[in-house]
C-alpha cells in the first residue's frame, strides 16, 4: 500500500532552519505530484508548498514564500521542505501528500482536497 513517512521536524528557534523529508513507498513515484501541509492547533489545514511531478514547478503562498522550498528526488522517491527564517507561528504539524499527476509533467495542486494521499505528520516548534 502507499505509504508516505516524514521525518526532520522538532523545535527549533526563531530564526533557525529545518530540512523536512517525505519518503514515498508503493507509488511510482515521479507520476505524482507532491504537496506540503501544515496544521497548526485551532487552525484549519493550509498548503506551504507544491511541486510538479517532475520538479519544473512550485508554489508557495504569500506567509512562505522566500523562507520555504520545496525539492525533490525522483531516484530516492522523496519529497523535501527546506524551511528557514522560522517563525513561531509556523509551528505546526506538517503533512506531505501525493497526487497522480497524469500527462502533466508541470501541473501543480493546490488544494488539499485534490491530494489521493496523506503521511502522519511530523511536528515543527517554534521558539520564541
Known amino acids: 500500500q502507499v505509504q508516505l513517512v516524514e521525518s526532520g521536524g522538532g523545535l527549533v528557534q526563531a530564526g533557525g532552519s529545518l530540512r523536512l523529508s517525505c519518503a514515498a513507498s508503493?507509488?511510482?513515484?515521479?507520476?505524482?505530484?507532491m504537496g506540503w501541509f501544515r496544521q497548526a492547533p485551532g487552525k484549519e489545514r493550509e498548503i506551504v508548498a507544491a511541486?510538479?511531478?517532475?520538479?519544473?514547478?512550485?508554489y508557495y503562498p504569500d506567509s512562505v514564500k522566500g523562507r520555504f522550498t520545496i525539492s525533490r528526488d525522483n531516484a530516492k522517491n522523496t519529497v523535501y521542505l527546506q524551511v528557514d527564517s522560522l517563525k513561531p507561528e509556523d509551528t505546526a504539524v506538517y503533512y506531505c501528500?501525493?497526487?497522480?499527476?497524469?500527462?502533466?509533467?508541470?501541473?501543480?495542486?493546490?488544494?488539499?482536497?485534490?491530494?489521493?494521499?496523506w503521511g502522519q505528520g511530523t511536528q515543527v516548534t517554534v521558539s520564541s
Open positions: 511541486i510538479s511531478r517532475s520538479g519544473s514547478s512550485t
Open positions: 501528500a501525493a497526487v497522480y499527476g497524469g500527462y502533466s509533467g508541470a501541473k501543480i495542486y493546490r488544494q488539499q482536497d485534490e491530494y489521493d494521499y
Open positions: 508503493g507509488l511510482t513515484f515521479d507520476w505524482n505530484a
